[in-house]
């Protein structure tokens, strides 16, 4: 099976950003703890940062016909975005929604998520963690609902 995991703004500070939010760990470190988990599972994974809305979008509809899933860390994004929704939505592929903090612990404006009624299930508050349980999490949906 194969994954896309899709990060959005400022998660490619990761490492330097407000580590008491989002911890220490890069997104690269994060890509290769997925990537270790993945192997594990039998998971390709296809990777993809970006700042910009659009070219989220973009991707999305460029790898739809090439992912059974996705994994999702929209950012800021996740707050604001019709775009992203309906591209996830468009795509009609699963997907686990990420977040590092717990976005229910911080401001009321992180409480609103325009994509977690669209996903499978949503991990918030583990830090780079919330990844690694959102890849076990999509892969069990992923093979408990194939049709192969
Ligand atoms: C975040 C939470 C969002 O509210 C924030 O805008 C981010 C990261 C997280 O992973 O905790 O950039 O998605």
Redesign the pocket.
Known sequence: MRIGVLN????NLLGQRQPV??GTDTLADIEDLLTEKGDVRDLELLFFQSNDEGELVDWVQMKTEKVDGWLV????F??TSVALRDALAASDRPFVE????N?YA?EPF?HNSLLSDLAVGVI?GFKSS?YLFGLEALADYLEENSTE
């Open positions: 959005g703004p400022n998660l939010h989002y860390n929209a950012a800021a996740t707050h990420v977040h590092l903090s976005v911080r992180r918030a919330s």
